[in-house]
């Protein structure tokens, strides 16, 4: 499926769509279902057709308090508390549109998120939204970094530290490269030096299938290695650049890469996970820390939009 588009020259280019399913456009009526929004009972166009930034995140009350922050930065008309569930009538995800910008819960792992990947697609696919940005953003275990650490990703890294994700498809074992934009994770980082007392790195970030022994933890429900293995295995991951642990970063980079769409993961350490497994920060520090990545991309979108010099 292409688009074609006329360059700066005056002559014809080729530029590949978001969606890359040649069945679509055979189908009547398109049901995004864990979105509740269809082809034929909304007009996505009008709905979302001015959407430039997405931004996903595993907690529907987070985003939701991220859709009412964005607002306030924006300095939109209307109440924050009017700002409306867009899936409210599906308890999968929850969708806040505020100004350009999409606020969209994701759930915990990869099977959840690559779910409302597809639909998110496929809604900006038919909504005709052109040159959007996708933001991850989130919680994450630091390795060697101290808790609060801002990590903007550079490549997201499966449990042998490759930067790929794997995926049986009819059978067969599909392989995607998970590597991020450059240049936004570039100019992510220049965003967060001007803000105050804003530690932040970029590293790789690797994706684990649970969060107890596929993160090397030793608090969970089994555990059949010793604290000297977990040690030597986050050296090895340190060693390797990675810099952060979460559940979501590979199909994220993977089906953002594949659908030509810029994206960026962008996660705060809650804890060193060689110093342990469970998180002693107290509750508001953890809040203000929960909050940073938010900050952040409010801040890039800011910038982006001309609203700060």
Do not use: W
């Not at 409302?116 to 909504?127: D, R, S, T």
């Amino acid at each position: 499926i292409f688009l074609k588009l006329i360059n700066s020259n005056g002559n014809m280019t080729m530029q590949e769509q978001y969606v890359k399913n040649p069945h679509l456009d055979t189908m009547e009526e398109d049901i995004l279902y864990h979105f509740n929004l269809s082809t034929k009972t909304h007009n996505l166009p009008a709905m979302f057709g001015d959407t430039k930034f997405v931004c996903v995140g595993g907690s529907p009350n987070r985003m939701r308090s991220f859709a009412q922050f964005i607002h306030q930065e924006l300095e939109l008309p209307g109440s924050v508390d009017n700002i409306r569930d867009i899936c409210e009538e599906t308890d999968r995800y929850s969708m806040y549109k505020v100004g350009p910008v999409l606020s969209i819960s994701h759930g915990m792992g990869v099977p959840s998120i690559s779910i409302m990947l597809h639909e998110l697609i496929k809604l900006l696919y038919h909504a005709r939204c052109r040159d959007v940005i996708l933001f991850r953003i989130g919680t994450s275990g630091g390795i060697g970094l101290a808790p609060g650490t801002v990590v903007i990703t550079d490549k997201a890294v499966d449990s042998f530290f490759r930067p790929q994700f794997e995926q049986v498809i009819l059978g067969k074992v599909i392989i995607r490269s998970t590597e991020l934009d450059e240049e936004v994770a570039r100019e992510l980082l220049q965003r967060s030096t001007e803000l105050p007392n804003f530690p932040t790195v970029i590293g790789n970030t690797m994706c684990t299938h649970d969060f107890y022994e596929g993160q090397g933890r030793l608090d969970g429900a089994l555990c059949s290695f010793s604290t000297e293995e977990k040690l030597d295995y986050l050296r090895k991951a340190h060693e390797a650049g990675v810099r952060n642990i979460e559940m979501e970063s590979t199909v994220f980079a993977a089906m953002s890469r594949v659908c030509n769409l810029k994206a960026a993961v962008i996660c705060v350490t809650l804890l060193n996970r060689f110093e342990g497994d469970q998180i002693s920060t107290p509750h508001d520090v953890l809040v203000e820390y929960q909050q940073r990545p938010q900050c952040l991309v409010a801040h890039f979108i800011k910038k982006r939009l001309g609203l700060i010099a």
